[in-house]
């Protein structure tokens, strides 16, 4: 008997053990958690609003950095009504913030500071369409690595980055700012920028933030805040997948978007907020509103008023009021009158409260405000060196008429032409952080860096980028006559594309074609350099011109990486994230479309097209040009059947056929033949960028698994369907060879 008991006590005290652990056994969430309820059970309900409360400390952006806190503030941080500030940087200003929040609030509740480090802090980096044109996920999060380390080190916690809003229309300005058009590549690279941000969440760490949830790319037209209406199919499978992989990769707060959705405006919908992310995706973070989104409520005809906006977004699940001071203002009082249910609160400000343990805030509130270590880390040599590196690899060759590029060592005079040529401005792009344009390195000046004595390098702007006035073109002929060559620089100014910049043609601005067309009389070679947050309808450059290099905003490193990769120093390796369509007309033009059930036919003409255009868009997405060849052969699968439980292995052999050591990015598209619903022509499911010696073959492999198959199937579930697939690999999303397997129960 007494045995028995023995045993049955050990038996409950191993039970027991497995809930009542020493703090060592615990996990580190268990701990943040329990420590996070031990602040929340000091906090008042007006504290606790504080924490949902954020505010623009309201600099602007630029290089200038104010150092004096308004007497606003103090009080409301003092009074514990603010937990978190945008746009106030610098390693002692948020250090005068925080020294209030910790030393003069009630329960010293540390600030946590955010800024949009969208390419770069200081030292700009090319902007994220660009990045994603590199097709190399270490690489964007090496960027984003180097940019935290910079902002991290000027106070800032956390960056409003990144977006991973799918974007089918090049008018709306903000494709500039995501991974383009492809749920795949736009996963990969919001996982790789997540990576790179958050790190191990060091002190030189940065939180990620995945905008903007959810569909913002979408709107009508391509214009700026505008409806966007998807069907819930496209929505999942398109639109919400890349803000799936940012949660996925670890990424600890969201921004819900402004614009509506099938009626419901995203900050104020439940079903985005908690159903999706919360319920669905098992999301732990906490979710900020854009800047004033929850005022904005009112517009979309949602909210009667300002109160009512708080209500609606406060129940639908955004825990952080980013500017519109609609939770400071209503929430005690929606409290009283029994609409919004504290615990709801409770739950936001545990959300906010944990990102900042996690950041080690409450151990450490000045970790990041450091003023020698802002120094130290603003602008070094090594990150320079990393924003070249990106800017290289970014760069997309478009044209390469015989081979005019690399450019030829001797040649004796160069013709730097264009409004973009010594543009100190333009190449920051559309989200310069505290980038300043005196470190910019213009094309002019990279190509003065570059040649040696023996060529001289001849400047003209020829005309602005978005003017009437042709007074410029004689200087720019009169140059170009004299050299040997010219590199003429056009595209848009950093101000076309970005936020609220929706253009209604995607043609070049201005007087530039003709200048081009001026230029091209002279009987000169011509290297368009272009530039631009955004695909243009390049047609006539893409017919007379010599050649065409992509550029976009490549940041503070562009004229060095543009000469490098001009004279051949760097390959070009970049590969289109987005389909340049040939007019605005075709606009949305994408790979991944369907097939209808008249697929386009220039011979037959009840079929999907346009009287007066090609089938085809001007570059197709993937596409970019090598100074080498490279020759696909051997294709082979492993099986043509595949099960729920194995894989089959795609290879391919790759040669560099062409005269230069070279990468390229092979890529891997898949179609499902037949389907409940309808399915993509093509869909990208990998690739990977190799690295080829002149003359080197290599055996590439790509493996496919049932899961890779999957879609949001007629009844909403998502799965795959048996059947037959096609399965293509190549250079880009059209010029491929194809193979077919089978996908078995
Ligand atoms: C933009 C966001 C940005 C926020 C804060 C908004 O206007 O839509 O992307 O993070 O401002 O600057």
Same mark, same amino acid.
């Given at each position: ?8 006590? %050990? ?11 020493? #703090? ?58 603010? /937990? ?19 030393? !003069? ?20 980096? &090319? ?15 090496? %960027? ?31 494709? $500039? !700012? ?9 996963? +990969? ?20 933030? *995945? ?30 997948? #890349? ?44 979710? *900020? ?48 009158? /029994?609409? *919004? @249910? ?12 944990? +990102? ?17 270590? !802002? ?43 264009? #409004? ?13 952080? $505290?980038? @300043? ?5 213009? *094309? ?90 955004? &695909? ?22 562009? /004229? ?16 289109? #994230?987005?389909?340049? &369509? ?17 697929? /386009? @036919? ?9 009287? @007066? ?54 890529? $891997?598209? +898949? ?19 190799? $690295?080829?010696?002149?003359? !080197? ?41 194809? %193979? ?6």
């Amino acid at each position: 008997m007494k045995k028995y008991f023995i045993f049955l006590f %050990s038996v409950i005290v191993i039970a027991l053990s497995g809930f009542v652990r020493t #703090p060592q056994q615990k996990s580190s969430d268990e701990i943040i958690a329990e420590r996070v309820d031990s602040v929340l059970s000091l906090m008042t309900l007006e504290e606790k609003i504080g924490q949902l409360n954020q505010l623009s400390y309201g600099i602007g952006w630029g290089p200038t950095v104010k150092v004096s806190v308004p007497d606003e503030y103090k009080d409301l941080i003092r009074e514990g009504k603010i /937990g978190s500030f945008l746009n106030a940087i610098g390693a002692e200003f948020t250090y005068e913030l925080q020294k209030i929040a910790v030393q !003069e609030s009630r329960l010293k509740i540390p600030l946590i500071f955010g800024l949009d480090v969208i390419h770069g802090f200081k030292t700009i980096f &090319p902007i994220p369409l660009g990045e994603a044109a590199t097709w190399q996920p270490e690489i964007v999060e090496m %960027s984003a690595h180097y940019q935290a380390i910079e902002a991290a080190s000027a106070g800032i916690h956390w960056t409003f980055s990144p977006m991973v809003d799918i974007a089918r229309d090049p008018r709306w300005g903000r494709i $500039m !700012e995501g991974s383009g058009e492809d749920p795949y590549l736009g996963s +990969v690279m919001a996982a790789a920028h997540v990576r790179g941000y958050q790190g191990d969440l060091s002190d030189l760490n940065i939180i990620a933030c *995945v905008k903007h949830y959810a569909g913002y790319g979408g709107a009508e037209g391509g214009r700026d805040y505008n409806t966007v209406d998807i069907s819930e199919r496209t929505f999942r499978d398109i639109y919400l997948t #890349p803000y799936k992989a940012g949660m996925e990769a670890g990424a600890h707060t969201l921004m819900a978007s402004f614009n509506e959705i099938g009626g419901v405006p995203s900050s104020g919908s439940k079903y985005l907020l908690n159903d999706i992310l919360r319920d669905e995706w098992g999301f732990k973070g906490f979710v *900020v509103s854009d800047w004033n989104s929850i005022g904005e409520l009112i517009n979309h005809g949602y909210a009667s008023d300002l109160k009512h906006a708080g209500e609606i977004s406060l129940n639908a699940g955004l825990d952080m009021d980013m500017e519109s001071r609609s939770y400071i203002t209503h929430l005690k009082d929606l409290v009283d009158e /029994g609409k *919004v @249910d504290e615990d709801v609160i409770d739950e936001s400000v545990r959300r906010i409260l944990r +990102v900042k343990f996690l950041l080690g805030l409450f151990d450490d509130p000045f970790r990041y405000c450091n003023k020698e270590r !802002e120094e130290k880390n603003i602008m070094t040599k090594e990150t320079k060196i990393a924003s070249l590196e990106v800017a290289k690899r970014s760069f997309v060759l478009l044209k390469n008429e015989k081979n005019i590029l690399p450019l030829k060592k001797d040649y004796k005079k160069i013709a730097v032409i264009g #409004p973009l040529a010594n543009s100190k401005e333009d190449p920051i792009g559309g989200w310069g952080g $505290m980038g @300043d344009s005196a470190d910019v390195v213009t *094309v002019l000046k990279g190509f003065k860096n570059y040649v040696d004595k023996k060529t001289e390098i001849l400047y003209s702007e020829g005309c602005k980028v978005d003017d009437k006035s042709t007074t410029g073109f004689k200087d720019a002929i009169k140059i170009a006559k004299k050299s040997d060559v010219i590199i003429l620089c056009l595209g848009e100014n950093r101000d076309l594309s970005g936020e609220a910049c929706s253009r209604s043609t995607l043609d070049l601005p201005g007087m530039q074609e003709e200048l081009a067309k001026e230029l091209l009389k002279t009987g000169k070679p011509i290297v368009v350099v272009l530039m631009n947050g955004r &695909p243009l309808s390049i047609n006539w450059l893409n017919e007379n011109v010599n050649a065409i290099l992509e550029t976009w905003f490549a940041g503070t490193m562009t /004229g060095d990486a543009i000469a490098k990769v001009l004279f051949g120093d760097y390959n070009p390796s970049g590969k289109l #994230p987005v389909t340049f &369509p040939r007019t605005v007309g075709q606009v949305p033009l994408y790979y991944n479309h369907k097939n209808t059930g008249r697929p /386009g @036919d220039l011979n037959n003409h009840y079929t999907s097209k346009y009287l @007066d255009l090609p089938l085809t868009p001007l570059y197709p997405f993937g596409y970019g040009l090598s100074y080498t060849s490279f020759a696909y052969d051997d294709f082979k699968l492993s099986s043509n059947k595949i099960t729920n439980e194995d894989s089959i292995i795609v290879s391919v052999k790759v040669k560099n056929t062409g005269n230069y050591d070279g990468e390229e990015v092979v890529q $891997m598209y +898949v179609q499902d033949l037949v389907g409940s619903v309808t399915r993509p022509v093509k869909e990208l499911k990998g690739f990977k960028k190799i $690295m080829l010696k002149r003359g !080197e073959e290599k055996s590439i492999y790509f493996t496919i698994k049932e899961k890779d198959l999957k879609f949001t199937a007629a009844d909403m579930k998502f799965k795959s369907e048996p059947g037959l697939f096609k399965v293509y690999v190549g250079t880009n999303s059209v010029d491929v060879i194809e %193979s077919q397997f089978e996908l078995v129960e």
